[in-house]
């Protein structure tokens, strides 16, 4: 079991930048490889970002070159820095853990209960 825990959402003008933070507990972090994904009211969650145990990335093209995922696996905690952030990038935000590389929603065994970022124009 894999418990996870986001925070740093927040209200944000267009163009600003917030940092989310998503700390683990359980077993062995580094062994999952982590994701990050977003869900707007009245959509489908979708994948934002990707990272592997062995810090390989991935992005959704909606938010390359303005999203970064990270991870600290000595904290246990994988982070996502918004740059530049959109209207658009308003959402509930979610970490997951998975044991493969994928960006199917339903391939991921373990979520957080998410933070809400909102983007004013």
């Known amino acids: 079991q894999v418990q996870l825990a986001e925070s740093g959402g927040g209200l944000v003008q267009a163009g600003g930048s917030l940092r989310l933070s998503c700390a683990a507990s359980?077993?062995?972090?580094?062994?999952?490889?982590m994701g990050w994904f977003r869900q707007a009211p009245g959509k489908e969650r979708e994948f934002v970002a990707l990272l592997s145990r062995s810090a390989t990335t991935y992005y959704a093209d909606s938010v390359k070159g303005r999203f970064t995922i990270s991870r600290d696996n000595a904290k246990s905690t994988v982070y996502l820095q918004m740059n530049s952030l959109k209207p658009e990038d308003t959402a509930v935000y979610y970490c997951a853990a998975s044991p493969r590389w994928t960006m199917r929603v339903y391939d991921y065994d373990y979520w957080g209960q998410g933070t809400q970022v909102t983007v004013s124009s």
């Open positions: 359980g077993r062995t972090f580094s062994s999952y490889v």
